[in-house]
């Protein structure tokens, strides 16, 4: 028993009357989003909802962040939509098993700790733009089903029950935290519709949500090569999306929770959770944003959390789908735009006078690309790509070379700043070979040689003594330096002149490095 209390996070400590309620304020939420999503692939309505259950439930047993919430994404539907009308459906239960098995080697071979390289202008733009897409995505309730703009009446109606929602989710919780904000509105609004008979579009009015227990399938594909390069380039790009947004996402929780998820656990269960999703007739998915933060703002922080949700998901599909089909969309409209005002950095904005320009580009491009593309992996690694480029611009600058003749005629530079690819132009530019003395000793004392760019650029300065005629030597050389030297023998010839009172400043080099 007590295994099992441990294995779902259970103890004293966690409120389970929050860990329920909040699990289906989640369910709720859940529902529109996984029909929409599926709706936007291609697909059925059920492998929108199919997945967000069995992502759900894997995750939140297994991941790596409890309280966190998974289900199917529009980041997902955006990368499979050409994929399902190409090849259909059992393609796409293919490539997100495929996926699946791609995430969770990327867990296993632990390399959910290279999400520490995205710089917080990314993180910033990612989050800000996410939640500009929750809130445009909320929209669509405000059009008819010709797609004009509501008017009149309706538009009134619609407006009044989503402020009112708005309104309780903002001030219930500053009169008690016994109940959850969201949960309240949901039934509060729910009520008035259906005692008054205000006429507004439901649940069911999207969609029927009407199934059973997900069903288990193997995708009917031709085991062939070809169908192998067909599916793993949505496959690949299915996973990377998948893992950026479910990493960050943990990222945010963490902050919000003051507490540390494990990113390889998550991504191990975000590739089981996809697999299964594949085989139990689901589209796939990753971390919801959104319903993770419904789930945090409603005080949730355990596991129980996030299986209520899939549990209850499933419930709804099952036996509840004629009740669930009459909640106001209304309602959920408001509540989305709630979590989209949430989420958004609105402290990003208030520093932007003090952040770098550099900065301030990353954040908005990543944004705008989050935005206008709806690709999330793509914006990421565009702002990972500016900032290390603008980081290795910064770094290239910040060599120095300061010059002097010592009392036997040797000409010293000492070079400060790391010699790299960016920096190695300007460690050129740094030395007169024509007019040196004979003998030149160039110092790193406050530098280290980083890479083989570096090693090709003292070969070249060899060289240009060599031909004067003047002999160069290398001094204060870290011990990893001097391995780079040693590795390189075959192409570049130095001096390297040993200081024997170099010991701690060459443990001081290694430990910086």
Request: aromatic share 8%; with cysteine.
């Given at each position: ?434 007019n040196d003395p004979d003998e030149v000793i160039i110092d790193f004392k406050e530098s280290r040689v ?15 003594y060599q031909k004067a005629g003047k002999k160069l030597h290398l001094k204060h050389l870290s011990r ?34």
């Amino acid at each position: 028993m007590k295994q099992i209390l441990r294995l779902f996070n259970f103890s004293a400590k966690i409120n389970y009357k929050t860990e329920v309620l909040s699990g289906i304020t989640v369910a709720l939420a859940l529902v529109p989003e996984a029909v929409a999503f599926a709706i936007i692939a291609g697909l059925s309505p059920l492998t929108g909802l199919y997945a967000a259950v069995v992502m759900g439930f894997v995750t939140s047993v297994f991941g790596g962040r409890p309280g966190m919430i998974s289900g199917a994404t529009g980041a997902i539907a955006i990368v499979i939509v050409a994929l399902a009308k190409t090849h259909g459906i059992e393609y796409i239960f293919a490539t997100v098993i495929l996926a699946g098995i791609i995430q969770a080697l990327a867990g296993v071979l632990k390399l959910g700790k290279l999400i520490r390289l995205v710089p917080q202008p990314v993180v910033y733009g990612f989050v800000n733009g996410l939640a500009i897409i929750i809130f445009m995505s909320q929209l669509v309730q405000f059009k008819d089903e010709s797609g004009s703009w509501l008017n009149g009446t309706p538009l009134m109606i619609l407006l009044g029950l989503v402020m009112l929602t708005m309104l309780i989710i903002w001030g219930m919780p500053k009169l008690t935290k016994a109940f959850p904000a969201s949960l309240t509105a949901i039934l509060v609004v729910f009520g008035l519709v259906a005692l008054l008979g205000i006429d507004t579009r439901t649940v069911g009015d999207i969609a029927s949500i009407e199934g059973g227990f997900p069903p288990f399938h193997i995708p009917e594909i031709p085991i062939t090569i070809e169908t192998v390069l067909i599916i793993l380039p949505y496959a690949a790009i299915v996973a990377g999306v998948g893992l950026i947004e479910s990493l960050l996402t943990m990222n945010i929780v963490d902050e919000i929770t003051e507490t540390r998820g494990s990113g390889n656990k998550e991504a191990v269960a975000q590739g089981a959770a996809n697999i299964l999703s594949g085989f139990f007739s689901g589209m796939g998915g990753c971390a919801m944003i959104g319903q993770s933060l419904i789930n945090i703002s409603n005080g949730a922080r355990a596991r129980l959390s996030g299986i209520v949700a899939s549990l209850m998901l499933l419930v709804f599909v099952m036996f509840g789908s004629k009740l669930i089909e009459q909640v106001p969309m209304a309602a959920l409209t408001g509540l989305m735009i709630m979590v989209a005002i949430g989420t958004f950095e609105w402290a990003s904005l208030r520093t932007l006078t003090k952040m770098p320009k550099s900065d301030i580009f990353v954040m908005v491009m990543v944004t705008l690309v989050t935005v206008f593309l709806h690709n999330l992996a793509l914006a990421v690694i565009i702002g990972v790509i500016i900032s290390a480029l603008v980081f290795a611009w910064d770094n290239a600058r910040r060599i120095r070379a300061r010059k002097r003749i010592d009392e036997n005629g040797v000409k010293h530079y000492e070079i400060y700043g790391p010699l790299f690819f960016g920096s190695v132009s300007t460690f050129n530019e740094k030395f007169d070979v024509q007019n040196d003395p004979d003998e030149v000793i160039i110092d790193f004392k406050e530098s280290r040689v980083a890479d083989m760019s570096a090693i090709e650029a003292l070969n070249r300065i060899t060289e240009r003594y060599q031909k004067a005629g003047k002999k160069l030597h290398l001094k204060h050389l870290s011990r990893d330096c001097r391995l780079l030297l040693k590795n390189a023998k075959d192409i570049i010839d130095v001096n390297v002149i040993e200081d024997p009172t170099y010991k701690v400043m060459t443990n001081h080099i290694n430990n910086r490095s």
